[in-house]
Structures are given as structure tokens and as C-alpha cells.
């Protein structure tokens, strides 16, 4: 579906002068200005008559005239299968109309068209840029760039239409959801529906017009095979507007027999005629009346359904796709704010004249589906996103120029193939499995997660925001342990050519990044205490206890799990967490301690709660599972800060101890993050690790041969690995490899595993003056054996 | 203890040195407007008050990365100095060995690099929970005070752009220029060319790389400007959700190119445009004679602009080692700052084990050396 849009961006045939296809291009211009019209028109129509009708005898009008025209039936073959998608594209192209008429009821005329007269080739173009990722090579990044901002400018107008058109009329109708007496079937199931969804009428509207859209945009790009098999795009558009007509017959028959039209409509017509052809109409006998109805759907039938798809197909031919699309789009667009205007203006005079005799009529729909900020705005944005989505793929040869000097020029052609997704989910997971650091986070994070969609689920159910807005909390602290399940996925990644030590480092990385998300947390969580301790606000507390006891008790299961793993790695020593240095026995008395008032009792819990993990900070562990295991702990103290405040509150009403608790629990968590930040930032800035004693090098000194050592960097990679690299300068008549294999001893024995030794004698000096080469850090080194 | 003492008195020092003594007043300064806006952002409810104002945060971090990289370049001087002055008067250093390990063996400069990524995470991760913020009082409904909002943005404005311009820093100067460019850049740059096709005279003023933070600080301006103007038309709290979320999308764009790049950096790896060099000279390197080839070939970026590399080469066995060594040195030098060759030969005992046990069976004698025979079978 993707590889024709872009065939048909990138297709590049000879755009004919304008000179020479002025003819059609007029054609075209008025068939749309036209097509316009007749929409204005079937929009005064449909205020009193039913939708279904009024396709069903468009249709059929136009299913008339297209038989005479192409006789679609003199030269087809029946085939079973071709006649079975053409009835499913048939039905599905009914709905489609049927939605879009009733948008156009909803939404007006002017709505209708910037939302649904776009081509396919702008919504493919979206589809495109949104849910295909892999950037192909053909298509260059700056021509990216541009379609994405299309995109946004498209999203960006849908969303004004949507939210920022204050259609007044329309939502006091909400009021009155009856109000089109017409539609009454489908109407009231469409109003129960935006009722529960809880969005305005016009906006249900758009919703369907949308729908609509995306639904004519994916038929038609599925079914290009069948034109094709049919024959031709005229003769399948002759098929199957016959076939809609069949279609439409059964429906439009019940509801002439349900809604017994016929003896309401005629007053309708007479009072809809006068509001919408005032000016041509001053008669009001019957009989004018269905001869001007039938003439009107006869007219409409033709400009909305033949003549302007002729017009489309020979400009197509003539002009070019994309250019005709373009074209159409922006006049359509054009005629339709124009044609608004007009009309507002006419029924603003028709109701002058209306006013002197009915009084209370349409007094206040006359300035239905005005313009309004929203809709210029939507305008505005539908031009620009049409303009940069049709944009036709050109080869740029200007260089860009906006860049930095370091652009992604090398080793980008790593083209990997699509893989289908349950593959990718399969051996993730597979992987997620096979260790059990991330298999322990992983359904850790299972847990949260069904905790915080029970929680939303039911949230939403009760109708409760307080429970909501914890559950997105939930899904936020959530991302920390997905941070933290990643990092131990690609910890184990095999080293690449940029990444020549391999991954591990990345655990570190993530044990930094989430300290630092920590104290994120702790720094907002102060702040809004801050804020509360000034001003403290009422809080209900019926259901928080309940919630925070359930998150309590699901934090406690991930620290449990978590803990088990540090503890089975050293014994008890508690000696982080807090601030004071105080001995492990010390805190043990402390959390012990009975206080007799009721924040001491806060404080010895989390103490508690800290003990119960006993973690170290050495700097063998595992820097990722760390900072996962702290944020699930500051977890923790959160939902019993949130129990205790809750319980003074409820039992003794101190709304100021809910700013207090939560001021204690940021400091616990910046404190108890310290630690995590400083050991992985030292392992980040290649500290020297604490067991590389100076011992070592004096045993490297006492060598035989060797005179001294410089450049020594000992460094840890990941929590088990440490690098190391040494140059050694030895007398001339040492041998090297003998000294290379004893220092590599030396330092195998204090667990150096990725070991590089630089063996130099004075003549390696002499061949580097010989070779007039830079001397790099050498100058030292050298100058020990020049003095 | 001592370390963080020396820290304090390196902080005392930028004080009281001339050139520095600006950047306190601005960060004096800056936090005064900090606490002013924080306080009237939370009096005007607004998140996407907050969103904006959380550049004034970034800007205290920014100051804090100015204040550690010219303290770095401090430090490097210093300790440069000192080297030069320790191999005037080497006599000693033979006979006392004063070379003790540092604690950082590589210097101080890679503080830069891990104070850029903790200023850039940090603000994404505030984008982060701005975002989270947002949709929780979008559920709330509370009422928003506009009163606020112009003047709150307008100082955050003023304050950032000046910490920008005015406050110099050569990490996050490196970072700015050496990083890909964020969306928010892409996009602008691309609606300028598009600009300066119609107005070609503009170019000289449109089409130049335009500093993402103050461009952020610009599109945020706009943002809260009819975010404002919005709230005083009357449409409800779906605006400023709306707008925080932006700002906070494009806090995003703006910290993730550079936060991959100084985390790549710290993450040991090759930079990108360094590859096709690096490969061009291994592959020189690799064409020298008596090499055979390179093992464990680890090239990564201490700092910005500085490149640490070490290698195995296996040489022929007949080669002089010191002679491939300087060969080897000298292609690799001028792409790597700081380098480690280790040279090894295969069964490089071999002929000296066989006469080594001919001696045994003629001369035991001459095992010269017990700490060698050792070593011969520890290796082996």
C-alpha cells in the first residue's frame, strides 16, 4: 500500500505547461466551485429530509445517467470472485457516503469539506510518515522533515476543527438532541453514542467524517487491483455507484415504511425550499415544490457524483495526479470558505424576511456553523499540510547547508529488513527470559503494570480522578523499571565496532539515569510539599488508604525480589540509605525505638523498610539492579508516607502532616540515591578502583630489565570487568615479550582482565624522532630516558 | 574528605578569580529569578508555565557545567604545569618513586562530558514528569491565572537567553555544535530554506545552524504567548495541557541529541566521524612490515575531543619489536591522543624454551633467573 504512494510522490513525468491544459484546468476549477455549490445545497436539503433518501435518490439519478454514459453492463464478464469484491467494496462504499451525508448534517458544509476532500495520496502520505519508521535511502532526510511537518500541520488542524470551534449552535442542540426530526433512528443511537463518549455533536461529527475519510482512503487503495480487473476506472464507477444504488434501495425502503415520510416532508419542503432558494422561489404551491425538489436532486446528483468525477479522471490523464489532487484540494477549499460566507450572509436575509411572520423559528440556527477561530486556523493548517504532503519527490543538488560539520556520513548502511512484530516480541522475550536480573524486573513490571490498569480501569469506572491520576503515576515510575529492563537486555549485547568493549557499560549508564530520575522525583515531590506547607489543602482520604495499601503491598513483593539478590551477594551491612553515619546497630535501635508520637512512628518505618534491604554499596554490584531496586524503595516510602498522612488525617485531622511526610520521604529518597549517583558517576569518570593497591606497581618495578612505568589507567568497565593499560620502559638488552607476559601476571592477579602493556626501550624513542612522529603522552616517559 | 576540601577551594578560587567572578553574579542571579518565577508559577497553576520555567532549572545547571569545565581547564593547566616542572628535576623520581596512582587516571576532563549528560538528563527527565504533571491536572480542572503567565515567561526568557549568550562554556559549545541536530532545529532550518527560496536574501540571516537552547527558549516564548492569549479567549484548561505538552516535547528534541552524545561518550565508544579515519590509519598501520594484525583494536573518546586508543599487534616473530612499535606509534598517534600498543609474538618461547632445555640437559647450571622459570610456567 506504501510502495504506491511513494511510487506515485516520486513519479516523474513531464508536467506539461499550463498553457496547454488551461481548458481542463478551468474544467476542473468549475466542476469543484460546483461541486461546492451542490454541496451547500444538499446540506439545506438534508434539514428536512432523510439522509438515507437523499443518497438513495442521488444515487440513483447518477447510477442513470452513468449507465447511459459508459454501459458498464454491455461488455463485462461475470466472474464470481470479481462480482464478490465488487459487492463488499459496494457496501463498504454505501457506509462511507452514508457516514460522510451524516457528518454533513452534523457538521456543516464548510466542515464537511476541509475534512473530507482530501486525497488519498495526503492521507496515504500521513499513514506513511507516521507508522513507517525505516527511513528509505531514496528518500532523502530534509524531504522527511517537511512530510513530518505536514503531518503535524494536518494533526494540528483536525485538532482545531476539533477542539477550538466553538460551534454554538450546535452544542445547544446538544440540549435538545431531538432536534432533526428526520433522522430520528440512526440520530438517536448517534446521540446516545457521543453522549457516552461525552464530546459535542459537531465533533461527533467530525469523528464520523474522519472515519470516513480513512475508511475511503483504505477501500480504495486495497481495491486498485479490482479497477483494474473490472476494466477501467469509469466502468467501475459506473458498477458500483448501480450497485450502491440496489444497495440503498431495501434500506431507504424501511425507513419510508418506519418513518412514514411522505405527509411531514411536504410541509418541510415547503418551509426548506423558501430558507435555501429564497430568492428564486416565491410560490408555494405543491406541485412546484417536488418538480423544484426532483430538479435540485437531479442537479446535485450530477455535479457531486458524474460531473466532477469525469472531470477528476480527465484531469488525472491530462494534468497530473499529484497536481490534480493539489489543485482540487486547495479549490475546494477556497470556494468552500467563500460559498460559507455567501451563505450565511443569504440566510441571514432569508431569516430577515422569515422573522416578519414566524416569529420564533430559526432564530438561533442562522449563524450555525459560522466561521470561527478554530475552523480559520484549521484552514490555515489544511493548506499548508496539503501543500507539503503533495509535494512531489524532487532531487535535491544544492548542498544543505544547515548541518554540523560531523553529519551521519559513515557506516549508516546498516539496512536491517522489517521483521514481523510477534518475532520481535518472541525473542525479546526469550531474551528477557534467559537471565534472571531482567527476567526478576520484568515480571516485577508485569505486576505494576496490571496493579495500574486495575487501577485505571476501575478509576474511570468510579469515576474517581484521584485514582486515575495515581494510575498514571504508576505508569510513569513504571518507565524506570522498563530504563532499567533495557539496560540489562543490552548489557548483554555482543561488542560492536563503535561499541568496542561491549554494552556493559550501559547498566551503569542506567543505574546513573535512573538515580538521577530519582532525584527528579525528590526535587518535585519537594516542591509541591512546599507549596502544601504554605497552603495546606483539603484532601479526601475514603479511598487513597485502600489504594496506597495495595500499592504498598505490590512494592513490597519488587523489593522483596529484589533485595534477595543483593542479600545473597554480601551479608547484612546496611550502610547506605541514610545520612548520618551512623553504624547499622545504631539504626537498628533507632527503628526499634518506640516514639510516642505519631511522625517518629513514620520515621522508624521507613527505617524499617530500609533495613529489610540490605545492600551495600560496593562496587561489585550491579549499578542497573540498583537503581531499579531504589526507586522501587522510594516507591514504597511514598505509599507509606501516603498511609500515615492519610490516617492522621483521618483520625486526627492534621492536613498539615501530608506536606511533612512527603518533605521527610523526598529527603529519604535524595539521600538514599546519593550513594547509587556517586559510585556510578565514579565508575562513569574512570576512577581508579579501590584494589589496584600500589603494591602491584612496585612489584612491576622490581622486574628485572625494568626501569621504571608510566601512563597507568585502571579503570572498571562494568561492575565485574576492569581495563587496564601500562606502559613500561625497560633497559636495552630486555627482553620484551619476557616482560610483557610477567607484568601481565603480575596484573592478572589483581583480576585486570583486559590488559594492554607498552614495552619501550630507548631505541623506540630514536625511531620515533627518526620518524618525525607525534609523541603523544610519550613526553614524559621519553624524558626519563633523555636525562 | 580531602578531595571535596580541594573541591571547595577550587569553587573559592573561580570565585575570587576575575574572569569568573560574572558567572557568580549570573548564577546569583539566576537563582533569585528561579525562585521568583517557580513561586509565581505556582501561583498561576499552569503547567505549561512550568514546563517553560524548568529552563530556568537547566539554566543553573548550564552555569554549574560553565563554572566545572573552566575549572577543569584550571586543573589541566595546573597539572600540566606541574608534569613540566616534576621532568626538570626527574633525578629524584628514579630513586623515590613519587608516581603514585591517581584516583582519576585520565584527568578531570571527563567531568565535562558527565556534567553535560546529568545537565541534559536531568531536564529530560523534568520533561518527563512535566508531561506526567500535565495529564494529572488536565484530570484535576483547576483553574488557571493568566495574570501571570506573560510576565513569569517574559523573565524566563530574559534570564535564559542570557545565561546562553552570555555565560561562556566550552563543553556544552562542543556539544552543541558536535551533536545531530534536534527536530525542533531540522524543522525550523527546513521552513527557512523553504523561506529563502522565495527571499533569497535572507539567507545570510536565516540559513545558519541556530543554537537549539536558544531556539527552544524562542518557540516556548511563543507557545506561552498564545497559550495566554487562549486562556483569556476562555477555552478551559485543554490549552494549557496542550502547550505544556508541546513544551515538553520539545524540551525532548532539543536534550536527547546532545544527552546520546555525551552518553556515548561515556559509554567507551568510538565517535562517529572519527570511525572513517581511525579505519584508514589501522588499515596503514596494518600494511607496516612485520605486523601481522591487530587484536582488541579499543578506540573511545575521554572527553570532547580527545581520544584514548590501545591495541594488541601480533608481529612476525623475526620483527623488531621496538621498530614496529614506533611504525605502528607513529600511524596511530596523530588519531589517537593517548595510546597503548601492546606488542606479542606467537610461540615467542619456543626457540628460547628449546635451548632452554638443552641447557637443562647439558648445564642446569644456567637457569639463570627463578622469578623467569617461574613466569615460563605460570604462562604456559
Redesign the interface.
Known amino acids: 500500500m506504501f510502495d504506491s504512494i511513494s511510487d506515485d510522490l516520486s513519479k516523474t513525468t513531464k508536467i506539461r505547461p499550463l498553457g496547454d491544459v488551461l481548458h481542463i484546468f478551468i474544467l476542473l476549477i468549475l466542476s469543484k466551485l460546483l461541486k461546492t455549490f451542490a454541496l451547500f445545497i444538499t446540506y439545506d436539503l438534508l434539514k428536512s429530509f432523510h439522509v438515507i433518501l437523499i443518497l438513495f435518490l442521488i444515487t440513483f439519478i447518477a447510477s442513470i445517467f452513468l449507465i447511459f454514459i459508459q454501459r458498464p453492463f454491455s461488455s463485462f464478464r461475470f466472474n464470481k470472485i470479481i462480482i464478490f469484491r465488487l459487492i463488499k467494496y459496494t457496501i463498504c462504499l454505501t457506509i462511507i457516503r452514508l457516514l460522510w451525508l451524516f457528518g454533513l448534517t452534523l457538521c456543516g458544509p464548510l466542515r464537511t469539506i476541509l475534512l473530507f476532500e482530501h486525497s488519498d495520496i495526503v492521507i496515504l502520505a500521513c499513514f506513511h510518515v507516521l507508522f513507517s519508521s525505516s527511513s528509505n535511502l531514496g528518500q532523502q532526510q530534509q524531504e522527511k522533515t517537511s512530510r513530518i511537518r505536514g503531518v503535524v500541520f494536518f494533526i494540528l488542524a483536525i485538532l482545531g476543527i476539533f477542539a477550538f470551534d466553538n460551534d454554538d449552535a450546535r452544542q445547544r442542540m446538544l440540549d435538545h438532541p431531538e432536534g432533526h426530526t428526520r433522522h430520528r433512528l440512526i440520530a438517536h443511537m448517534f446521540y446516545r453514542l457521543t453522549s457516552l463518549i461525552g464530546v459535542a455533536d459537531h465533533k461527533g461529527g467530525v469523528i464520523l467524517l474522519l472515519i470516513a475519510l480513512f475508511m475511503r482512503c483504505i477501500i480504495n487503495s486495497s481495491n486498485q487491483k479490482l479497477v483494474l480487473d473490472v476494466g477501467g476506472p469509469k466502468k467501475f464507477y459506473a458498477i458500483t455507484t448501480c450497485l450502491s444504488t440496489v444497495c440503498l434501495i431495501p434500506i431507504s425502503f424501511i425507513m419510508l415504511l418506519i418513518n412514514n415520510l411522505f405527509p411531514e416532508s411536504i410541509d418541510s419542503v415547503y418551509t426548506t425550499v423558501q430558507t435555501t432558494l429564497p430568492s428564486t422561489i416565491s410560490s408555494s404551491s405543491f406541485s412546484n415544490n417536488t418538480m423544484l425538489l426532483i430538479i435540485s436532486i437531479v442537479f446535485l446528483s450530477i455535479l457531486i457524483f458524474v460531473s466532477d468525477f469525469y472531470v477528476e479522471q480527465v484531469a488525472v490523464v491530462k494534468l497530473e495526479r499529484l497536481r490534480t489532487f493539489r489543485y482540487s484540494t486547495f479549490i475546494m477549499i477556497g470556494s468552500a470558505i467563500i460559498a460559507s460566507f455567501l451563505w450565511t450572509k443569504s440566510v441571514t436575509i432569508a431569516n430577515d424576511k422569515s422573522v416578519s411572520f414566524t416569529k420564533n423559528i430559526i432564530q438561533n440556527e442562522f449563524e450555525e456553523h459560522a466561521l470561527s477561530g478554530g475552523v480559520v486556523f484549521a484552514i490555515v493548517m489544511f493548506i499548508f499540510a496539503t501543500d507539503l504532503l503533495s509535494k512531489p519527490v524532487q532531487q535535491r543538488s544544492g548542498a544543505f547547508i544547515g548541518y554540523s560539520q560531523d553529519g551521519m556520513l559513515v557506516f549508516n548502511v546498516t539496512q536491517q529488513k522489517p521483521q514481523s512484530l510477534l518475532f520481535i516480541i518472541r525473542t525479546s522475550l526469550r531474551e528477557i527470559l534467559a537471565e534472571t536480573d531482567s527476567r526478576k524486573i520484568f515480571y516485577f513490571l508485569c505486576i505494576n503494570l496490571m496493579f495500574t490498569f486495575v487501577e485505571l480501569l476501575y478509576g474511570a469506572w468510579t469515576n474517581s480522578l484521584g485514582l486515575i491520576s495515581d494510575g498514571f503515576h504508576m505508569l510513569f515510575d513504571c518507565t524506570a523499571l522498563v530504563v532499567g529492563l533495557y539496560a540489562a537486555l543490552m548489557s548483554r549485547w555482543k561488542p560492536t565496532r563503535v561499541f568496542s568493549y561491549g554494552y556493559g557499560r550501559v547498566e551503569v549508564l542506567s543505574g546513573f539515569v535512573n538515580g538521577l530520575f530519582l532525584v527528579v522525583v525528590a526535587f518535585f515531590v519537594f516542591y509541591e510539599a512546599i507549596g502544601r506547607l504554605i497552603d495546606p489543602p483539603e484532601i479526601n482520604t475514603n479511598r487513597l488508604l485502600a489504594v496506597s495499601i495495595a500499592g504498598f503491598a505490590v512494592n513490597m513483593i519488587g523489593i522483596f525480589s529484589f533485595s534477595h539478590a543483593h542479600a545473597h551477594a554480601h551479608g547484612g551491612g546496611s550502610s547506605c540509605a541514610m545520612s548520618q553515619p551512623t553504624t547499622p546497630k545504631e539504626q537498628h535501635n533507632h527503628s526499634h525505638d518506640e516514639h510516642s508520637h505519631s511522625h517518629g512512628g513514620d520515621h522508624g518505618h521507613s527505617h524499617a523498610s530500609i533495613q529489610k534491604s540490605s545492600h551495600s554499596h560496593s562496587l561489585t554490584d550491579n549499578a542497573n539492579m540498583k537503581g531499579v531496586f531504589l526507586h522501587v524503595l522510594a516507591d514504597t516510602l511514598g505509599s507509606v508516607g501516603v498511609i500515615i498522612s492519610s490516617l492522621l488525617i483521618q483520625y486526627f485531622g492534621w492536613y498539615i502532616s501530608d506536606p511533612i511526610c512527603s518533605l521527610f520521604i523526598s529527603i529519604m529518597i535524595f539521600l538514599s540515591v546519593l550513594p547509587l549517583l556517586k559510585d556510578s558517576a565514579m565508575t562513569l569518570l574512570l576512577q581508579t578502583p579501590s584494589n589496584i593497591q600500589y603494591e602491584i606497581l612496585e612489584r612491576i618495578l622490581k622486574l628485572e630489565n625494568v626501569l621504571s612505568y608510566s601512563d597507568e589507567h585502571f579503570w572498571n568497565l562494568s561492575s565485574s570487568m576492569i581495563v587496564g593499560s601500562i606502559h613500561i620502559q625497560i633497559s636495552n638488552n630486555g627482553d620484551e615479550q619476557r616482560v610483557t607476559s610477567q607484568v601481565q601476571a603480575i596484573l592478572k592477579e589483581a583480576q585486570i582482565q583486559n590488559l594492554t602493556v607498552q614495552v619501550e626501550k630507548q631505541v623506540f624513542f630514536n625511531h620515533l624522532t627518526g620518524l618525525n612522529s607525534a609523541l603523544g603522552q610519550l613526553a614524559t616517559s621519553q624524558n626519563f630516558f633523555n636525562r | 574528605m580531602g578531595k571535596s576540601t580541594s573541591f571547595l577551594s577550587s569553587i573559592f578560587y573561580l570565585i575570587r578569580s576575575s574572569h569568573s567572578r560574572s558567572t557568580v553574579i549570573i548564577t546569583i542571579a539566576c537563582l533569585i529569578a528561579c525562585v521568583i518565577i517557580?513561586t509565581m508559577a505556582?501561583q498561576a497553576n499552569s503547567m505549561a508555565l512550568q514546563a517553560f520555567c524548568s529552563l530556568c532549572i537547566f539554566d543553573l545547571l548550564f552555569i554549574g557545567t560553565a563554572l566545572l569545565s573552566a575549572w577543569v581547564f584550571e586543573n589541566n593547566n595546573t597539572r600540566v604545569h606541574q608534569?613540566n616542572q616534576?621532568?626538570l628535576d626527574?633525578?629524584t623520581?628514579?630513586f623515590i618513586?613519587t608516581?603514585?596512582?591517581?584516583?582519576?587516571?585520565?584527568g578531570t576532563a571527563?567531568?565535562e562530558v558527565?556534567a553535560v549528560f546529568?545537565s541534559t538528563?536531568?531536564s529530560i527527565?523534568?520533561a518527563?514528569?512535566i508531561l506526567?504533571?500535565s495529564?494529572?491536572k488536565y484530570?484535576?480542572n483547576e483553574t488557571i491565572h493568566t495574570e501571570y503567565l506573560l510576565f513569569a515567561s517574559i523573565l524566563t526568557f530574559i534570564v535564559h537567553m542570557f545565561v546562553i549568550y552570555f555565560v561562556r562554556n566550552q563543553a556544552f559549545d562542543h556539544v552543541i555544535?558536535?551533536?545531530?541536530?534536534s527536530?525542533l532545529?531540522?524543522?525550523v532550518?527546513?521552513?527557512f530554506?523553504?523561506i529563502c527560496h522565495y527571499i533569497p536574501g535572507l539567507s545570510r540571516l536565516l540559513?545558519?545552524?541556530i543554537n537549539p537552547l536558544a531556539l527552544l527558549c524562542w518557540c516556548g516564548l511563543t507557545i506561552l504567548f498564545s497559550d495566554s492569549f487562549?486562556l483569556r479567549?476562555g477555552?478551559g484548561n485543554?490549552v494549557d495541557t496542550l502547550a505544556s505538552l508541546l513544551m515538553a516535547f520539545m524540551t525532548f528534541g532539543t536534550m536527547v541529541p546532545m544527552a546520546i552524545y555525551s552518553?556515548k561518550i561515556?559509554?567507551?565508544?568510538?565517535p562517529?566521524?572519527m570511525?572513517?579515519q581511525l579505519d584508514k590509519c589501522l588499515h596503514e598501520a596494518s600494511r607496516l612490515d612485520g605486523v601481522l594484525e591487530f587484536r582488541?583494536?579499543?578506540?573511545?573518546a575521554?572527553s570532547f575531543g580527545t581520544l584514548v586508543g590501545?591495541?594488541?599487534v601480533r608481529c612476525r616473530r623475526d620483527a623488531d619489536?621496538?621498530?614496529v612499535?614506533?611504525?605502528v606509534?607513529?600511524k596511530l598517534?596523530?588519531v589517537?591522543?593517548?595510546?597503548?600498543?601492546?606488542?606479542?609474538?606467537d610461540d615467542?618461547?619456543r626457540p628460547q624454551s628449546h635451548t632452554y632445555t638443552q641447557n637443562q640437559t647439558t648445564n642446569p647450571v644456567i637457569s639463570n633467573?627463578p622469578?623467569?622459570y617461574n613466569?615460563f610456567v605460570?604462562?604456559t
Open positions: 517557580f505556582g608534569r616534576n621532568s626527574n633525578s623520581l628514579l618513586p608516581q603514585t596512582i591517581s584516583t582519576f587516571s585520565y571527563r567531568f558527565l546529568t538528563m536531568l527527565l523534568g518527563f514528569f506526567k504533571e495529564i494529572e484530570l484535576e555544535a558536535a551533536s545531530a541536530s527536530w532545529q531540522e524543522h532550518s527546513d521552513i530554506q523553504n540559513l545558519p545552524r487562549l479567549m477555552y485543554f552518553g561515556l559509554l567507551q565508544t568510538t562517529a566521524p570511525i572513517g582488541h583494536e579499543h578506540f573511545w575521554l590501545s591495541v594488541h619489536e621496538q621498530l612499535l614506533a611504525h606509534w607513529s598517534a596523530n589517537a591522543q593517548i595510546l597503548t600498543i601492546h606488542i606479542f609474538k615467542w618461547l633467573n622469578s623467569t613466569n605460570v604462562i
